[in-house]
T-cell receptor, first 115, second 114 residues
C-alpha cells in the first residue's frame, strides 16, 4: 500500500518570505509518480507538477521549485518570495505504475501568506 | 474545451434520499475517477474507470455506485444518503497516453446530508 505524509498542517508566512512544504511518501514499487496540487480558497484542484521515480532532477518554474530525493522518500515544494495569491491548501500525491493512475493523497498543508 | 464539469455544485439531501452526481469530460480521456474530500483530510478514491463499461472500487466505495456507458460521462450514485456522506466530491480524468498521468479535476460538488 502507498502512503503520503504531509506533516505540516498549517504554515503562516509574511509576503516575500520563502516557504517549503514537506512531503514524504511510502511505496514498495520502483516505478511511481509524484504530484503536487494546489487548492485555492475557491475550492478547485490545480495540477502543479508531476515527477517520475526515475528522474531525480530538481525542477524550477518561476517562484516554484521542487526537490525530489529518493534516498529520503521526499518530494518537497518551495515557494520563493511568497505572495498573497499563494495562499491555498497544497496536496502532495502519489500514483504507482500499472494502477490506472490512481492517486493517493496526503492530508494537505494550508499555506497562509499575509501582508 | 470545458475540461471536467460536475453538476450540481451544491446539494442538500435528507437522510435516506438518493441522488446522482454528474460528471462529464470533453478531453477524450480514458480514465475517470471519483474522490471525496472531508474537512482536514486529503482526497480519498471512491470509484474509478479505465474505459467505457469498466469500473472498479477505490478505497471508500461503500454507499456509492457508478456506471460508465460512454467515454465522456461517469455519474456517481448515492443510495440511501447518510450523514457520513456529507463531503465535497470531485470527479477527475486522465489520459492513458504515455507520459500523461496527471489527473484533471472538476470544480467539485458540495453535498450535505441532514
Amino acid at each position: 500500500a502507498q502512503k503520503v505524509t504531509q506533516a505540516q498542517t498549517e504554515i503562516s508566512v509574511v509576503e516575500k518570505e520563502d516557504v517549503t512544504l514537506d512531503c514524504v511518501y511510502e511505496t514498495r514499487d520502483t516505478t511511481y509518480y509524484l504530484f503536487w496540487y494546489k487548492q485555492p480558497p475557491s475550492g478547485e484542484l490545480v495540477f502543479l507538477i508531476r515527477r517520475n521515480s526515475f528522474d531525480e532532477q530538481n525542477e524550477i518554474s518561476g517562484r516554484y521549485s521542487w526537490n525530489f530525493q529518493k534516498s529520503t522518500s521526499s518530494f518537497n515544494f518551495t515557494i520563493t518570495a511568497s505572495q498573497v495569491v499563494d495562499s491555498a491548501v497544497y496536496f502532495c500525491a502519489l500514483s504507482v505504475a500499472g494502477t490506472a493512475s490512481k492517486l493517493t493523497f496526503g492530508t494537505g498543508t494550508r499555506l497562509q501568506v499575509t501582508l | 474545451n470545458a475540461g471536467v464539469t460536475q453538476t450540481p455544485k451544491f446539494r442538500i439531501l435528507k437522510i435516506g434520499q438518493s441522488m446522482t452526481l454528474q460528471c462529464t469530460q470533453d478531453m477524450n480521456h480514458n480514465y475517470m475517477y471519483w474522490y471525496r474530500q472531508d474537512p482536514g483530510m486529503g482526497l480519498k478514491l471512491i470509484y474509478y474507470s479505465v474505459g467505457a463499461g469498466i469500473t472498479d472500487k477505490g478505497e471508500v466505495p461503500n454507499g456509492y455506485n457508478v456506471s460508465r456507458s460512454t467515454t465522456e460521462d461517469f455519474p456517481l450514485r448515492l443510495e440511501l444518503a447518510a450523514p457520513s456522506q456529507t463531503s465535497v466530491y470531485f470527479c477527475a480524468s486522465s489520459s492513458r497516453l504515455a507520459g500523461a498521468f496527471e489527473q484533471y479535476f472538476g470544480p467539485g460538488t458540495r453535498l450535505t446530508v441532514t
